[in-house]
């Protein structure tokens, strides 16, 4: 049978139509992946991708940049995603950029945020791995969430328990909200401590005041409180002292009992010292041993000079010289 030409324009259109949306798919697909783009890769490294996927949107500030082309897992606890980006942000993205896992939205796809760093690193080349960050997921925070209603539900409880037996009057703060006596014991302990504390801070005040009045450069006290040596010398000398008075009082009761003696005895001291006549006729031969002692010293010159006498003392006188001289070189 054959075909009219009205068919062969109609399939002739179709064929064309056909193709066009093909290309067009194509297009939009390649543009979508990156393939009619120059692109570099970047890597970062996680310990949870949160569900993301290859061909998952990679943004920068917001803006679609690229896609994730692959995801690798390094070791039990790292996993590498390796990241298709436009060519053109290489000069925008530097080495100390952070990437996050995100959400889309809501309940959107699972994507990649890369946030500037400081902006004082050098930019990324192809093959760089820049930090990564890994957000708290939804399943931590439910699970978080259900330890802490448990545990607030064992804090009620147990605080439940302690509000009953303080109401029973259990326990040294039950005692002392259901018992008056304790209580106001208890007052008059804090009063008293009050007072206390007050006297103690007047007296550490008039401490103060004494401490400041003292000269610490000058006066004896600051040279106690400065200086060890110095004060050593005064405890020293305060021991010296206080054995000294020792040893004087031993004298002192020493004289005393002789004194005391000469006074009971009949000794010759106390008999020269009662008896007048004596100390009279003492001081009378005394006289007359000075005068005594005058007349045989004249006698003895008038000898020297007598002519019977005078070379026995000038022999004498000789002697005396000669040994002055010997004893004058042998020093």
Known sequence: MKKTNSQKIRLGVFVILGSLIFITSIYFIGQRQNLFAKTFTVNSNFNNVNGLMQGNNVRYS????????????????????????????????????????????????????????????????????????????TGEMLNTLSTTNENAALLTSKLLNITNAITSGKGTLGMLINDTITSYELKQTIHNLKLTSFEANKTMKDI?????????????????????????????????????????KI???????????????????????EDEELVKSLQESIKNINEGTDKFNQNMEALKHNFLTRGY???????????????????
Do not use: C, W
């Open 208 to 248: 103060n005041s004494i401490v400041s009045a003292i000269d610490i450069d000058n006066s004896v006290a600051g040279v106690l409180l400065n200086n060890s040596d110095q004060a050593q010398k005064i405890i020293d000398m305060i021991n010296n002292l206080n054995n000294s008075s020792k040893d004087i």
């Open 62 to 137: 917001g803006i679609n940049v690229g896609i994730v082309k692959a995801i690798l897992m390094l070791n039990d606890s790292t996993i590498q995603v390796t990241m298709l980006i436009e060519e053109k942000m290489m000069s925008h993205i530097k080495k100390d950029a952070i990437a996050t896992i995100g959400s889309d939205g809501l309940v959107g796809n699972m994507i990649i945020n890369i946030t500037p760093g400081e902006g004082k690193a050098t930019n990324v080349s192809s093959g760089d791995t820049i930090a990564s960050y890994s957000k708290i997921g």
């Open 313 to 331: 003392f000038n022999k004498l006188e000789r002697q005396e010289k000669r040994k002055a001289k010997k004893l004058e070189k042998e020093n």
């Open 251 to 273: 004298v002192v009761d020493n004289l005393n009992e002789t004194i005391t003696n000469f006074k009971d005895n009949n000794g010759a001291l106390n008999y020269i010292s």
